[in-house]
């Protein structure tokens, strides 16, 4: 009796061990939460099962926990393999799962005690071809722990049934199937966090590499169209340079593109920072950077007749926000004045309350009015839409996307109107709401 009840203390430790790691690990891995959930029934099981000598009751207490151990893997195999299908089978399916085992159950004519240990393992043997099916799709290591692990409580149950009809060696085998259960338990949980790991270190990996893609990108074509427009314009300024109205257009194209190139090689360098700098917002003065914001782009277009009109509101608005704002508003600005083939440029800046009128949240408004170009109703639709992923490049440029991935971070939103209300030829005005702090 001594070594039986040493074998179950070294159990009860062992699988109460496994139930810790466990619940720790599926605090980072969610899917994972009715495993932890059958490993604490399992530990708690064990624990319970030291007591039988106590009394006969908590051996039937404690295989009741090591039975709802199983029911719970089931549980989480069907809901592993729905996901998996998708839709592509019936509910109907799953629904015999509890029918079989029911359907064992009345037919057996056998005790009670017996019949429900019948009806548990043909319930877990069909969830095991379920695990099984998972496994030969998706081939992952976890998943055969976790096959391992309900194979290995298929075999547990067996032998409970043959320790009831008392076959010789049933116990000493029952006690290694045990602990090769609660190893197998164990190893699911320690090889999903290294697979974790695994999958968070191939989508950094998949990140860097998208980003060296659009580097490449823009520079092969955008960096060569700004190039290939300079060089085109010293060679119509070569064979045409006694004529002072073309040479002042073409030294006027050459600013715009040298321009273009310094808002590209900005943009890139704010991707990059916006990528790898971690957000700290905090609560400042909206007028801050927006000042930061005009100061810097009048002194990058100090050749262009630019006039930015932006004054000091009474109020302060205040914003939960960080300094990568004034690159937002930086950007906002360059696309008013690049984009405005206008000889006098203006922009100006708004700041404003606005209420939410279905939820009364208070929002802060920055309106930037232009009078540039326009924009038409169907390519606004077109330039509002935010990716989901930064680094997926499009021809329109990095610079509205920068934005809105920027504002999206403070939780704001961003509009695009016409300045004068039907007629987009009259310039564009450019909304931005932020939460009010």
Same mark, same amino acid.
């Not at 393992?121 to 722990?145: D, E, G, M, N, Y």
């Given at each position: 009796?001594?070594?039986?009840?040493?074998?179950?203390?070294?159990?009860?430790?062992?699988?109460?061990?496994?139930?810790?790691?466990?619940?720790?690990?599926?605090?980072?891995?969610?899917?994972?939460?009715?495993?932890?959930?059958?490993?604490?029934?399992?530990?708690?099981?064990?624990?319970?099962?030291?007591?039988?000598?106590?009394?006969? =009751?908590?051996?039937?207490?404690?295989?009741?926990?090591?039975?709802?151990?199983?029911?719970?893997?089931?549980?989480?195999?069907?809901?592993?393999?729905?996901?998996?299908?998708?839709?592509?089978?019936?509910?109907?399916?799953?629904?015999?799962?509890?029918?079989?085992?029911?359907?064992?159950?009345?037919?057996?004519?056998?005790?009670?005690?017996?019949?429900?240990?019948?009806?548990?393992?043909?319930?877990?043997?069909?969830?095991?071809?379920?695990?099984?099916?998972?496994?030969?799709?998706?081939?992952?290591?976890?998943?055969?722990?976790?096959?391992?692990?309900? /194979?290995?409580?298929?075999?547990?149950?067996?032998?409970?049934?043959?320790?009831?009809?008392?076959?010789?060696?049933?116990?000493?085998?029952?006690?290694?199937?045990?602990?090769?259960?609660?190893?197998?338990?164990?190893?699911?949980? /320690?090889?999903?966090?290294?697979?974790?790991? /695994?999958?968070?270190?191939?989508?950094?990996?998949?990140?860097? /590499?998208?980003?060296?893609?659009?580097?490449?990108?823009?520079?092969?074509?955008?960096?060569?169209?700004?190039?290939?427009?300079?060089?085109?314009?010293?060679?119509?300024?070569?064979?045409?340079?006694? @004529?002072?109205?073309?040479?002042?257009?073409?030294?006027?194209?050459?600013?715009?593109?040298?321009?273009?190139?310094?808002?590209?090689?900005?943009?890139?360098?704010?991707?990059?920072?916006?990528?790898?700098?971690?957000?700290?917002?905090?609560?400042? =003065?909206?007028?801050?950077?927006?000042?930061?914001?005009?100061?810097?782009? @009048?002194?990058?277009?100090?050749?262009?007749?630019?006039?930015?009109?932006?004054?000091?509101?009474?109020?302060?608005?205040?914003?939960?926000?960080?300094?990568?704002?004034?690159?937002?508003?930086?950007?906002?600005?360059? +696309?008013?004045?690049?984009?405005?083939?206008?000889?006098?440029?203006?922009?100006?800046?708004?700041?404003?309350?606005?209420? =939410?009128?279905?939820?009364?949240?208070?929002?802060?408004?920055?309106?930037?009015? =232009?009078?540039?170009?326009?924009?038409?109703?169907?390519?606004?639709?077109?330039?509002?839409?935010?990716?989901?992923?930064?680094?997926?490049?499009?021809?329109?440029?990095?610079?509205?996307?920068?934005?809105?991935?920027?504002?999206?971070?403070? +939780?704001?939103?961003?509009?695009?109107?016409?300045?004068?209300?039907?007629?987009?030829?009259?310039?564009?005005?450019?909304?931005?709401?932020?939460?009010?702090?």
């Amino acid at each position: 009796m001594l070594d039986e009840f040493t074998v179950d203390i070294f159990i009860s430790i062992f699988s109460n061990l496994t139930a810790l790691i466990f619940t720790i690990i599926s605090v980072k891995r969610k899917q994972l939460y009715s495993w932890a959930f059958a490993s604490i029934l399992i530990g708690l099981g064990s624990t319970i099962y030291l007591l039988r000598f106590q009394h006969s =009751d908590f051996r039937l207490i404690a295989n009741l926990f090591y039975a709802l151990a199983l029911i719970a893997f089931t549980i989480s195999s069907i809901h592993f393999h729905r996901q998996l299908e998708q839709g592509r089978i019936s509910d109907k399916m799953y629904l015999t799962f509890v029918f079989i085992p029911i359907l064992v159950f009345f037919i057996l004519n056998i005790p009670i005690l017996v019949k429900l240990q019948f009806s548990l393992l043909s319930l877990v043997s069909l969830s095991s071809i379920l695990s099984f099916h998972i496994f030969s799709i998706q081939r992952k290591p976890t998943q055969a722990f976790m096959l391992s692990t309900i /194979l290995t409580g298929v075999a547990t149950i067996f032998l409970t049934i043959l320790d009831y009809f008392e076959v010789i060696w049933v116990l000493e085998i029952s006690y290694i199937s045990n602990i090769i259960l609660v190893t197998f338990l164990l190893g699911t949980a /320690l090889v999903s966090l290294f697979e974790d790991r /695994l999958v968070k270190s191939e989508a950094q990996s998949r990140m860097l /590499l998208r980003r060296a893609e659009l580097y490449k990108d823009i520079f092969a074509h955008d960096m060569n169209n700004v190039l290939q427009n300079i060089l085109s314009s010293i060679e119509i300024l070569k064979n045409d340079c006694e @004529k002072t109205e073309t040479r002042d257009i073409i030294f006027d194209l050459v600013i715009r593109q040298i321009n273009r190139g310094a808002s590209l090689g900005f943009n890139v360098r704010t991707l990059s920072d916006l990528v790898d700098t971690k957000f700290q917002t905090t609560k400042i =003065d909206l007028c801050l950077p927006i000042a930061k914001a005009v100061k810097k782009v @009048k002194q990058d277009f100090n050749n262009f007749n630019v006039f930015i009109d932006f004054n000091y509101p009474e109020d302060k608005y205040y914003i939960i926000a960080d300094e990568f704002l004034t690159t937002a508003v930086i950007n906002i600005l360059r +696309n008013s004045i690049i984009h405005n083939k206008n000889s006098k440029r203006d922009i100006k800046i708004t700041i404003s309350q606005e209420n =939410d009128v279905d939820t009364s949240d208070e929002f802060v408004k920055i309106e930037f009015s =232009d009078n540039g170009v326009g924009i038409t109703d169907e390519i606004k639709i077109e330039l509002i839409q935010k990716t989901s992923d930064l680094f997926e490049y499009s021809r329109k440029g990095l610079g509205l996307p920068l934005i809105l991935e920027i504002i999206s971070r403070y +939780n704001g939103m961003v509009r695009i109107e016409d300045r004068v209300k039907n007629d987009y030829s009259q310039g564009t005005n450019f909304l931005i709401l932020l939460p009010k702090a």
